[in-house]
């Protein structure tokens, strides 16, 4: 597809928000890896987005969601499909507490959170609050809808964990889920890829605010010692297989410090690649191929990609 005035007049009508036109998706991500999308749309409310993805369906287009994009390989030959950004969806509220009189134990605390605020906000607010559940979530870039898509988690905390209903947008229409309708797994939120997450409903409970930074300092403290957190990476590469981890195996086998081109296996965190410069997809695809053969002839362990690969291949 190429930028079309008469397409984007068509698929703007009725559409409030950002459009942008060939844009570098590398921009967009924390890889800075990634090819030219032709449009990148920012809805500035629901309706607009419903509009824009009907649109999108009746001239036979695809798309694609994008958070913060540091959970994704974009490809170097960029997307045919249209890019939409929820950046502009950032509320974050407090909804009331529960309270004695409702019958529970007066500690929980509800928090809604829109799909594109960025998760150290989420986590900031329920440090500054008090509110405990997703401390282990200190430190990990995002968004929350990102978050909640790929049920992110650390040190035994998962979002999904906390999310009692999501807003989304799915089949033409808001639908409200409820937690019990959904099933998430280890890093999947359990949605339909057609599904757009709008925002999140979120049950935590009330701590004592000192303990509570106290823990967080600690997670992130770890978490510096741990991984390159400063360098261009997407967070681990594959899933942990069950009851094993994929970065011992890839320490285990030597292939801490393995490069292809600019891209290389961090020598701190095996199960992360970063970017050293002009890092290219193919060669991130082709470090992850030559990872998943190896450990596969080494341990008889076939390692899935926890990153989502978008775009032409
Ligand atoms: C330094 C570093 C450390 C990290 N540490 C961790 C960690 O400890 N634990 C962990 O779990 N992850 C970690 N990650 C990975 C990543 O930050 C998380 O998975 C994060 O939650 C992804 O959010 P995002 O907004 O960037 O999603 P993106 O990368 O933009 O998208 C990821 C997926 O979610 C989908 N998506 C995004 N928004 C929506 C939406 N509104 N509705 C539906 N689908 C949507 C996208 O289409 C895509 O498939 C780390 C990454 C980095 C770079």
Same mark, same amino acid.
């Given at each position: 597809?190429?930028?079309? /005035?008469?397409?984007?007049?068509?698929?703007?009508?009725?559409?409030?928000?950002?459009?942008?036109?060939?844009?570098?998706?590398?921009?967009?991500?924390?890889?800075?890896?990634?090819?030219?999308?032709?449009?990148?749309?920012?809805?500035?409310?629901?309706?607009?987005?419903?509009?824009?993805?009907?649109?999108?369906?009746?001239?036979?287009?695809?798309?694609?969601?994008?958070?913060?994009?540091?959970?994704?390989?974009?490809?170097?030959?960029?997307?045919?499909?249209?890019?939409?950004?929820?950046?502009?969806?950032?509320?974050?509220?407090?909804?009331?507490?529960?309270?004695?009189?409702?019958?529970?134990?007066?500690?929980?605390?509800?928090?809604?959170?829109?799909?594109?605020?960025?998760?150290?906000?989420?986590?900031?607010?329920?440090?500054?609050?008090?509110?405990?559940?997703?401390?282990?979530?200190?430190?990990?870039?995002?968004?929350?809808?990102?978050?909640?898509?790929?049920?992110?988690?650390?040190?035994?905390?998962?979002?999904?964990?906390?999310?009692?209903?999501?807003?989304?947008?799915?089949?033409?229409?808001?639908?409200?889920?409820?937690?019990?309708?959904?099933?998430?797994?280890?890093?999947?939120?359990?949605?339909?890829?057609?599904?757009?997450?709008?925002?999140?409903?979120?049950?935590?409970?009330?701590?004592?605010?000192?303990?509570? /930074?106290?823990?967080?300092?600690?997670?992130? /403290?770890?978490?510096?010692?741990?991984?390159?957190?400063?360098?261009?990476?997407?967070?681990?590469?594959?899933?942990?297989?069950?009851?094993?981890?994929?970065?011992?195996?890839?320490?285990?086998?030597?292939?801490?410090?393995?490069?292809?081109?600019?891209?290389?296996?961090?020598?701190?965190?095996?199960?992360?690649?970063?970017?050293?410069? /002009?890092?290219?997809?193919?060669?991130?695809?082709?470090?992850?191929?030559?990872?998943?053969?190896?450990?596969?002839?080494?341990?008889?362990?076939?390692?899935?990609?926890?990153?989502?690969?978008?775009?032409?291949?």
């Amino acid at each position: 597809m190429v930028p079309d /005035q008469n397409l984007k007049e068509r698929l703007s009508e009725g559409f409030s928000g950002d459009i942008l036109t060939d844009v570098m998706l590398r921009d967009h991500t924390s890889l800075r890896i990634g090819g030219k999308a032709d449009y990148l749309f920012i809805p500035s409310d629901p309706v607009s987005l419903l509009r824009l993805i009907d649109a999108l369906s009746g001239e036979g287009i695809g798309y694609v969601l994008i958070g913060g994009g540091t959970n994704i390989l974009v490809t170097d030959d960029g997307l045919e499909d249209v890019v939409i950004n929820m950046k502009a969806f950032q509320s974050l509220e407090r909804v009331g507490d529960r309270g004695a009189d409702s019958g529970d134990s007066g500690d929980d605390v509800r928090v809604f959170a829109q799909a594109g605020l960025p998760l150290q906000r989420l986590v900031s607010f329920c440090r500054e609050g008090g509110l405990s559940g997703i401390e282990g979530l200190v430190g990990i870039p995002g968004t929350v809808g990102g978050a909640v898509f790929g049920n992110a988690g650390s040190y035994g905390y998962e979002i999904m964990d906390v999310v009692q209903k999501v807003t989304a947008l799915r089949g033409g229409s808001i639908v409200v889920l409820d937690r019990e309708d959904i099933n998430p797994t280890y890093r999947s939120g359990g949605f339909s890829p057609d599904t757009v997450i709008l925002g999140v409903h979120m049950l935590l409970k009330r701590d004592d605010k000192g303990t509570l /930074q106290d823990r967080m300092n600690e997670f992130l /403290q770890m978490k510096k010692k741990t991984q390159p957190l400063g360098e261009r990476s997407a967070g681990c590469i594959f899933k942990n297989p069950p009851a094993e981890s994929a970065a011992r195996l890839i320490d285990e086998a030597g292939y801490k410090g393995m490069r292809i081109g600019d891209i290389e296996i961090s020598t701190l965190h095996a199960n992360f690649f970063i970017n050293k410069g /002009q890092g290219s997809a193919g060669d991130f695809l082709a470090l992850m191929d030559a990872v998943i053969e190896g450990i596969g002839r080494m341990f008889g362990i076939i390692l899935e990609p926890e990153i989502g690969v978008i775009g032409k291949r």
